[in-house]
């Protein structure tokens, strides 16, 4: 775990979200083929951050001292965990990638609001080149995510091993539902889900938001008995962060 990286990135947010951001709406019509590109590259994303997560507690589990000691983005913290983990991990990683296509259904990177953070070392969301590059920012970004959750998990769990795996799990079936949730949310145009489709304001379909995704939140706790408060909210908040980048932000130049 990059300790200053995770520092310096989420300080950063936190000037962000206090200053206020520079994006501007970003509402598609329901059909709209930008409106259909965004939804595939949720759902992609969601399937690719649970792929991730479920490879970094196999990883976890070969250890045995409890800490976050597997690596995701090229800073390998000082393990316990034995090589041929090490190793298992770089291959289910590559299998997580080989499945992330975000062009499948389109490349109109600027018809969906320019997602992601090229350039995370600037304030705000600058704009990737294209949809290639978007790929590659949200496979870091996804990457730093589940390291900077990893820290979070350590720290509500205080090193136990026993608690650290048992909560990852509970972790990765919360996810799903809570994904989905934001999914039928955000792509919601009738009022049943959410309503978040009808505009950019986040009140909808972030906690507790519209009465619906309440509801469906509600549910994805019980996905998840006795999942510890703390890691749910910091959860729910690095979900919902990126899920707000894709929906409701146009961060075009």
């Given at each position: 775990?990059?300790?200053?990286?995770v520092?310096m990135?989420?300080?950063?947010?936190?000037?962000?979200?206090?200053?206020?951001?520079?994006?501007?709406?970003?509402v598609?019509?329901?059909?709209?083929?930008?409106q259909?590109?965004?939804?595939?590259?949720?759902?992609?994303?969601?399937?690719?951050?649970?792929?991730?997560?479920?490879?970094?507690?196999e990883?976890e589990?070969?250890?045995?001292?409890?800490?976050?000691?597997?690596?995701?983005?090229?800073?390998?913290?000082?393990s316990?965990v034995?090589?041929a983990?090490?190793?298992?991990?770089?291959?289910?990683?590559?299998?997580?990638?080989?499945?992330?296509?975000?062009?499948?259904?389109?490349?109109?990177?600027t018809?969906?609001?320019c997602?992601?953070?090229c350039?995370p070392?600037?304030?705000?969301d600058?704009?990737?080149?294209?949809?290639?590059?978007?790929?590659?920012?949200?496979?870091d970004?996804?990457y730093?995510?589940?390291?900077?959750?990893?820290?979070?998990?350590n720290?509500?769990?205080?090193?136990?091993?026993a608690c650290?795996?048992?909560?990852?799990?509970l972790?990765?079936?919360?996810?799903?539902?809570?994904?989905?949730?934001?999914?039928?949310?955000?792509?919601?145009?009738?009022?049943?889900?959410?309503?978040?489709?009808?505009?950019?304001?986040?009140?909808?379909?972030?906690?507790?938001?519209?009465?619906?995704?309440?509801?469906?939140?509600?549910?994805?706790d019980?996905?998840?008995?006795?999942?510890?408060a703390g890691?749910?909210t910091?959860?729910?908040?690095?979900?919902?962060?990126?899920?707000?980048?894709?929906?409701?932000?146009?961060?075009?130049?």
């Open positions: 775990m990059k300790i200053k990286k520092t990135r989420i300080a950063l947010a936190a000037v962000v979200m206090l200053v206020g951001g520079t994006a501007m709406a970003l598609l019509a329901k059909g709209d083929p930008a259909k590109l965004r939804k595939n590259i949720d759902k992609q994303t969601a399937k690719f951050a649970i792929c991730v997560g479920k490879a970094a507690l990883c589990a070969a250890g045995m001292s409890g800490l976050p000691e597997c690596d995701l983005d090229g800073n390998p913290p000082a316990t034995p090589q983990a090490i190793d298992e991990l770089a291959a289910d990683l590559a299998k997580c990638v080989s499945k992330l296509d975000l062009s499948k259904k389109g490349t109109d990177y018809g969906i609001g997602p992601g953070d350039d070392m600037t304030g705000g600058q704009a990737c080149a294209n949809m290639a590059a978007y790929q590659t920012d949200a496979i970004n996804t730093f995510q589940i390291e900077a959750l990893g820290a979070i998990l720290g509500v769990c205080g090193g136990d091993m650290t795996l048992e909560q990852g799990d972790g990765v079936k919360y996810a799903k539902a809570a994904f989905k949730c934001i999914t039928k949310c955000e792509n919601d145009y009738k009022d049943k889900k959410g309503n978040g489709g009808n505009d950019d304001l986040t009140t909808h379909c972030e906690a507790p938001g519209d009465m619906n995704f309440a509801a469906c939140l509600a549910k994805a019980s996905k998840a008995p006795g999942i510890i890691f749910k910091g959860l729910l908040n690095a979900i919902s962060d990126g899920r707000d980048d894709l929906y409701n932000e146009d961060d075009c130049p």
